[in-house]
Nanobody
Framework: QVQLVESGGGLVQTGGSLRLSCAAS????????MAWFRQAPGKEREFVAT????????LYADSVKGRFTISRDNAKNTVYLQMNSLKPEDTAVYYC???????????????WGQGTQVTVSS
């Protein structure tokens, strides 16, 4: 399995931006589908975005489409989530995940990071 470490979370005002990073260990990063999920207090973990191994295919949750962008740099073993026009409802712990195929549910991903907190103030 691949080890994942997220960074870049923090406190931002409504309308602001943040870029999350997820650094992966191992030499097989470019064979993994990567995704971002988020979990707000009292809620289930929900899909945010996913990207295939080449970066040529991406999929977004409707709630973030047009505001968030997922990307990856296979030379740096890193996947990113650029978040613009942030809203209070985006407040959650954001998790990076790695899997073998594109999916939108947590059970389809076998490796997870520890999460990074994103708080959007109104």
């Amino acid at each position: 399995q691949v080890q994942l470490v997220e960074s870049g979370g923090g406190l931002v005002q409504t309308g602001g931006s943040l870029r999350l990073s997820c650094a992966a260990s191992g030499r097989t990063f470019n064979s993994y589908v990567m995704a971002w999920f988020r979990q707000a207090p009292g809620k289930e973990r929900e899909f945010v975005a996913t990207i295939d191994w080449s970066g040529g295919y991406t999929l977004y949750a409707d709630s973030v489409k047009g505001r968030f962008t997922i990307s990856r740099d296979n030379a740096k073993n890193t996947v990113y989530l650029q978040m613009n026009s942030l809203k209070p409802e985006d407040t959650a712990v954001y998790y990076c995940a790695a899997g073998s195929k594109i999916g939108v549910v947590p059970r389809e991903y076998g490796s997870w990071g520890q999460g990074t907190q994103v708080t959007v103030s109104s």
